[in-house]
Antibody, heavy 119, light 108 residues
Framework: EVQLVESGGGLVQPGGSLRLSCAASGFTVSSTYMNWVRQAPGKGLEWVSV???????LYADSVKGRFTVSRDDSKNTLYLQMNSLRGDDTAVYYCARDETRGLYEFDTWGQGTLVTVSS | DIQMTQSPSSLAASVGDRVTITCRASQSIINYLNWYQQKPGKAPKLLIS???RLHSGVPSRFSGSGSGTDFSLTISSLQPEDFATYFC??????????FGQGTRLEIK
């Protein structure tokens, strides 16, 4: 069964850091495009970042220079390192698979992990 | 960035009703338009891609249409499990993909 399970969310102070994890099963993260998408409380969806199979990465302007996406192929796990966190980064963060490898059709999502940035 | 505007923002309907949700892009996105369904506390699910292609396992009562700037999602006969929030997503400009603000479909 194809599955994604996020972890690592929590409460962090403004300016702090957090690392999210997304463990995959049923497929290989290095063979596809993996994304992070977030949703602020009661709001819509916002694309955050993608890592291609070859390791190339892209970011939304709102997180560029602060967030870093990576993966550990031996663990079949995706990560999102978030630094210099701000209040508007508060959201549920989802990892999502794009099996089309570039059409950004997210066919599989994790359950999400909540990040709250507050003092 | 391309702005995606959905209407209505919320909609109340009854089981068995035919419902249409619209999504308008601020510029042409050809047919690079996907639809997702999200239930409270759950992750979104892909329903339709390329404006009209039904994703595997999605019931045939769901359909999508449109091109250019105007798109729609239609549910031909609402079922109890269809009450949820629906989002459109444009993927024409990569990686600046954007989503609509969502349409909440509620039981009348």
């Amino acid at each position: 069964e194809v599955q994604l399970v996020e972890s690592g969310g929590g409460l962090v102070q403004p300016g702090g850091s957090l690392r999210l994890s997304c463990a995959a099963s049923g497929f290989t993260v290095s063979s596809t495009y993996m994304n992070w998408v977030r949703q602020a409380p009661g709001k819509g969806l916002e694309w955050v970042s993608v890592i291609y199979g070859g390791g190339y990465t892209l970011y939304a302007d709102s997180v560029k220079g602060r967030f870093t996406v990576s993966r550990d192929d031996s663990k079949n796990t995706l990560y999102l390192q978030m630094n210099s966190l701000r209040g508007d980064d508060t959201a549920v963060y989802y990892c999502a698979r794009d099996e089309t490898r570039g059409l950004y059709e997210f066919d599989t999502w994790g359950q999400g992990t909540l990040v709250t940035v507050s003092s | 960035d391309i702005q995606m505007t959905q209407s209505p923002s919320s909609l109340a309907a009854s089981v068995g009703d035919r419902v249409t949700i619209t999504c308008r892009a601020s510029q042409s996105i050809i047919n690079y338009l996907n639809w997702y369904q999200q239930k409270p506390g759950k992750a979104p699910k892909l329903l339709i891609s390329d404006a009209s292609r039904l994703h595997s396992g999605v019931p045939s009562r769901f359909s999508g249409s449109g091109s250019g700037t105007d798109f729609s999602l239609t549910i031909s006969s609402l079922q109890p499990e269809d009450f949820a929030t629906y989002f459109c997503q444009q993927t024409h400009i990569i990686p600046q993909i954007t989503f609509g603000q969502g349409t909440r479909l509620e039981i009348k």
